[in-house]
């Protein structure tokens, strides 16, 4: 009954690293070549639920979507917008807000983990997860590629969808979740192989960022943290540091673990680490280059995003009237 679309949100809250880019963009980009209806949104409403700076946030709103075009996203094959650009999100997060309860709320695991550390914790946090079912049902979306941690968040937005069709009317489709872990599942982070790689992780030399200069790139997989043994041999489980950077060159190469170990049967971990180094210099310079070029003209980045904008806002609005009717208003 629905068309097959698929939604996807990002935050701007740093730069993109090798593993959101292998495991989210570059899987984008894949979708978007199977010509299929993908509706990518910047959610920088999301972003503001913990204390940021407003200028960092400007500048990684632009640094994203130079970063979402460098990487292959095409905006004339895409709908790519910022979140706060398009009003409906919030509005029908506040229409989904008054179907949800506390309770469910305060269970999701996410918001545990946020909230742990804070003496107060802001209602935006709180309703978090309220604005992704929005932001997801607002384009009737059937599809959300997640990694498995947000397995649960999707679990709310389906019962939100389902429990306001029962209550108010066939509105909604009740989207599926895409696990798009590829092949080499979640990247680690450089100096800790037993945590992922993250934006979030305080510790800079942790992650290679696809607008980190090539010296800064060698100097970090130099140091990544390996283990005693000087052989290059893959165990996911017992050799998690070494493991990591295989799959990091097999991704950037192209070429099977197997064939990249029988090459480096004659290398130590160490001369290793400067194959890898090379190899994913190569493979993020033309990336780069475009990042450069579109940073250097941001009223093309802007104009991108008002296009977006107006696409999406058509399709979020039609919702919203649909919704508002529903509801009696
Ligand atoms: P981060 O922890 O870097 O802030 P997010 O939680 O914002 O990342 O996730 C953005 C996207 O990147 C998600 O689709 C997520 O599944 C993917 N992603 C994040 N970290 C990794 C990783 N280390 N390996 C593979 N994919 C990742
Ligand atoms: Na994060």
Same mark, same amino acid.
């Given at each position: 009954?629905?068309?097959?679309?698929v939604?996807s949100?990002?935050?701007?809250t740093?730069s993109?690293?090798i593993?959101?880019?292998?495991?989210?963009?570059?899987?984008? $980009?894949?979708l978007q070549?199977q010509n299929?209806?993908?509706?990518l949104?910047?959610?920088?409403l999301?972003?503001?639920?913990?204390?940021?700076?407003?200028?960092?946030?400007?500048?990684?709103?632009?640094?994203?979507?130079a970063?979402?075009?460098g990487?292959? !996203?095409d905006?004339?094959?895409?709908?790519?917008?910022q979140?706060?650009?398009?009003?409906?999100?919030a509005?029908?997060?506040w229409?989904?807000?008054c179907?949800s309860?506390?309770a469910r709320?305060?269970?999701l695991?996410?918001y545990k983990e946020k909230?742990?550390?804070?003496?107060n914790i802001?209602?935006?946090?709180?309703?978090?997860?309220?604005? +992704?079912?929005?932001d997801?049902?607002s @384009?009737?979306s059937?599809?959300?590629?997640v990694?498995?941690?947000?397995v649960q968040?999707?679990?709310?937005?389906q019962?939100?969808a389902?429990?306001?069709?029962?209550?108010?009317?066939?509105?909604?489709p009740?989207?599926?979740?895409?696990?798009?872990?590829?092949e @080499?599942?979640?990247?680690?982070s450089?100096r800790?192989p037993?945590?992922?790689?993250s934006?979030s992780?305080?510790?800079?030399?942790s992650?290679i960022?696809?607008?980190?200069?090539p010296?800064v790139?060698?100097?970090?997989?130099?140091?990544?943290?390996?283990?005693?043994?000087?052989?290059v041999t893959?165990?996911?489980?017992?050799?998690p540091?070494?493991s990591n950077?295989l799959?990091?060159h097999?991704?950037?190469?192209g070429k099977?673990?197997?064939t !990249?170990?029988?090459e480096?049967?004659?290398?130590?971990t160490?001369r290793?680490?400067?194959?890898?180094?090379d190899?994913v210099?190569?493979? $993020?310079?033309?990336?780069?280059?475009?990042?450069? +070029?579109h940073?250097?003209?941001?009223? @093309?980045?802007?104009n $991108?995003?008002?296009?977006?904008a107006?696409?999406a806002s058509?399709?979020a609005n039609?919702?919203?009237k649909?919704?508002?009717e529903k509801?009696g208003?």
């Amino acid at each position: 009954k629905y068309p097959p679309r698929v939604f996807s949100g990002i935050q701007p809250t740093g730069s993109i690293h090798i593993g959101n880019y292998l495991g989210a963009i570059s899987q984008w $980009v894949k979708l978007q070549d199977q010509n299929e209806d993908l509706i990518l949104s910047i959610v920088d409403l999301h972003s503001i639920t913990l204390p940021h700076d407003p200028h960092t946030l400007s500048t990684n709103i632009l640094e994203l979507t130079a970063t979402l075009l460098g990487s292959g !996203i095409d905006p004339n094959k895409v709908i790519l917008f910022q979140q706060s650009n398009v009003h409906a999100h919030a509005e029908l997060c506040w229409c989904l807000g008054c179907i949800s309860t506390m309770a469910r709320l305060a269970h999701l695991p996410q918001y545990k983990e946020k909230s742990a550390s804070l003496k107060n914790i802001p209602l935006g946090l709180f309703v978090y997860p309220v604005l +992704q079912a929005a932001d997801i049902l607002s @384009y009737k979306s059937t599809h959300i590629p997640v990694g498995e941690d947000q397995v649960q968040q999707i679990q709310l937005c389906q019962e939100l969808a389902r429990m306001f069709n029962s209550k108010f009317g066939e509105t909604f489709p009740i989207p599926h979740t895409m696990i798009t872990s590829s092949e @080499y599942g979640r990247i680690k982070s450089l100096r800790d192989p037993s945590k992922k790689m993250s934006k979030s992780d305080p510790d800079e030399k942790s992650r290679i960022c696809l607008t980190d200069a090539p010296d800064v790139i060698v100097r970090n997989i130099k140091k990544a943290v390996t283990d005693f043994q000087s052989e290059v041999t893959f165990d996911a489980e017992k050799r998690p540091g070494i493991s990591n950077l295989l799959s990091i060159h097999s991704f950037v190469t192209g070429k099977s673990i197997d064939t !990249i170990c029988k090459e480096a049967e004659h290398l130590d971990t160490g001369r290793f680490k400067l194959e890898v180094a090379d190899a994913v210099v190569a493979y $993020v310079k033309p990336i780069q280059d475009t990042i450069a +070029q579109h940073l250097s003209d941001k009223s @093309y980045l802007l104009n $991108v995003l008002a296009q977006g904008a107006e696409k999406a806002s058509n399709i979020a609005n039609d919702t919203l009237k649909e919704v508002h009717e529903k509801l009696g208003m």
